[in-house]
């Protein structure tokens, strides 16, 4: 009786980190396809990298995109240095989830980070309006960062490239930290793809961390 009892509860036990560990959706709807949920799996072109999504996204916005899913890439996504021959898959709308599923996948995402990513490099207070134009100088010239990405003008238009995700209301989206490791040390991220390193000390990363919070429509 009591070995039945053991293997019924190590079984309850079994599904319920089952449960807590992936959402039934991952599969279902083909996500591993195009998505890496943990750094092991082998490296996909198809789709950004979600083993760090803990560290990268706020639970709300993943929660509204996992429902509604926005365009933030207007050149589809690459992966790898060698974008030129890879073909731009013509862009399908992103997989949409119920409700319920969106709040189960955006609950497991949030348990995905890195082991030794440092909190708490970014405080809370925003650039002074000096400081705003030295970093705007930053991001326009110095890097060129508007080259590639979008980003809002004096009178609030959106402006600039797109051959990296746009970053209009980045703030709703990613997490300060996040953006001051990914603009510090990409290499934390695995990442090899196109955008260049550029060794910026942590006064310059804070600095342009917290101007792209500041991208912003008035939501
Ligand atoms: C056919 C390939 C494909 C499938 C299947 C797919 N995705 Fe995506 N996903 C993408 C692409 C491409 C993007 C980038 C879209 C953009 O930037 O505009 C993306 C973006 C995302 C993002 C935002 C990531 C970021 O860095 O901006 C999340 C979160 C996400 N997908 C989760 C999922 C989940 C969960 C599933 C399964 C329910 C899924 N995806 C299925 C291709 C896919
Ligand atoms: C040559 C083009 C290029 C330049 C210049 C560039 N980036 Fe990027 N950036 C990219 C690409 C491509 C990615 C996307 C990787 C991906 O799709 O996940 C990216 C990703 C990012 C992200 C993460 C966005 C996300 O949603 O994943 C941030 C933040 C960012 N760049 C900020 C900057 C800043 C700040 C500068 C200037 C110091 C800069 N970038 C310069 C191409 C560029």
């Given amino acids: 009786m009591r070995i039945v009892v053991s293997i019924l509860l190590f079984w309850c036990w079994g599904s319920v980190l089952l449960v807590w560990a992936e959402p039934e959706e991952i599969g279902k709807k083909g996500c591993r396809e195009c998505h890496r949920f943990s750094s092991e799996e082998k490296e996909s072109n198809k789709g950004p990298d979600l083993f760090y999504a803990g560290d990268k996204f706020y639970k709300n916005w993943l929660n509204k995109f996992l429902q509604s899913p926005m365009v933030i890439r207007e050149m589809n996504f690459f992966s790898g ?37 440092e909190a708490g490099k970014v405080n809370d207070e925003p650039l002074s309006k000096a400081e705003s134009v030295r970093a705007k100088m930053l991001f326009e010239r110095s890097f060129g960062c508007i080259s590639c990405h979008r980003a809002l003008n004096l009178v609030g238009k959106v402006r600039g490239g797109v051959s990296g995700p746009s970053l209009v209301n980045s703030g709703l989206r990613l997490k300060p930290d996040w953006i001051f490791h990914w603009l510090k040390t990409p290499q934390k991220f695995m990442y090899k793809g196109r955008m260049p390193v550029f060794n910026l000390n942590e006064e310059t990363a804070t600095r342009l961390t917290k101007y792209i919070l500041s991208i912003r429509t008035n939501l």
């Fill in 81 to 117: 240095s060698d974008f030129l021959s890879e073909k731009a898959n013509a862009s399908e709308p992103h997989v949409a989830l119920t409700k319920e599923g969106a709040k189960r996948v955006a609950n497991f995402l949030m348990t995905l980070r890195l082991p030794n990513l």
